[in-house]
């Protein structure tokens, strides 16, 4: 069974807006961080941004002030919102979410961001 579903990737313009969601299982309890990775083709996956419970938030130098990430706690879901895109930023992006002390850790199928020139 599904317990991490991502939505909102895509195709944009240079220089557009996408907004990624991603929102776990209610059966993934006591979540603590959650946050964003992503992979280009032939390249390590790096973190884009994290999120903690009280939604302090840390960014990559390469998004900070042109990406926001935002949490629902109630709903258990992540958001990535990502302006002023360019075409470095075209990667497969993953959710991620942890749960207390560390205990679990789970991950999004991926969604492809393609920034087009």
């Known amino acids: 069974q599904v317990q991490l579903v991502e939505s909102g990737g895509g195709l944009v313009h240079l220089g557009g807006s996408l907004r990624l969601s991603c929102a776990a299982s209610?059966?993934?309890?006591?979540?603590?961080?959650m946050g964003w990775y992503r992979q280009a083709p032939g390249k390590q996956r790096e973190l884009v941004a994290t999120?903690?419970?009280?939604?302090?938030?840390t960014y990559a130098d390469s998004v900070k002030g042109r990406f926001t990430i935002s949490r629902d706690n109630a709903k258990n879901t992540v958001y990535l919102q990502m302006n002023s895109l360019k075409s470095e930023d075209t990667a497969v992006y993953y959710c991620n979410v942890r749960t207390v002390w560390g205990r679990r850790e789970y991950w999004g199928q991926g969604t492809q961001v393609t920034v087009s020139s």
């Open positions: 999120i903690t419970s009280g939604g302090s938030a």
């Open positions: 209610a059966s993934i309890f006591s979540i603590d961080g």
